[in-house]
């Protein structure tokens, strides 16, 4: 969608710090940090949000919890902790609609989020 922006950011046309990428997801540092460790895991196919998911993005979509999994282990959070979030809608805060996992740790996280 090309007036996606994380679809931009897969074609190359917006700069992002990459710190992950494959055949079927890129990660990248989010651009306004909300923990020492931020960065976005996304499909590099569109989807808006988790409503639009059907059973064919199965591996798709835990793919990005995979490779998530895998750059927090390169990073040396895996065992002091981390956290994997999605949001969808207003009502949790989605702001870019083509879906995102948020990964956030080097910090102590606090529960329930706001
Ligand atoms: P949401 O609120 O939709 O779950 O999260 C969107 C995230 O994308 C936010 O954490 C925001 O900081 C990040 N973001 C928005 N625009 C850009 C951008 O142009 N580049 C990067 N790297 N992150 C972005
Ligand atoms: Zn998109």
Redesign the pocket.
Known sequence: MSDC??CR?VSGQ?P??KVHEDALCIG???????APQ?A?FIPRRHVATMNEATPEDRELLGHLMVSAAKYAREQGISDTGYRL???TNSA??????HV?L?LLGGRQLTWPPG
Request: aromatic share 12%; net charge neutral; hydrophobic share 55%.
């Open positions: 922006l994380f950011i917006i992002a710090k990248f540092l989010d651009i306004n940090p909300q931020h976005l979030v999605m949001n949790a805060g989605q702001t870019v609609f995102h948020h």
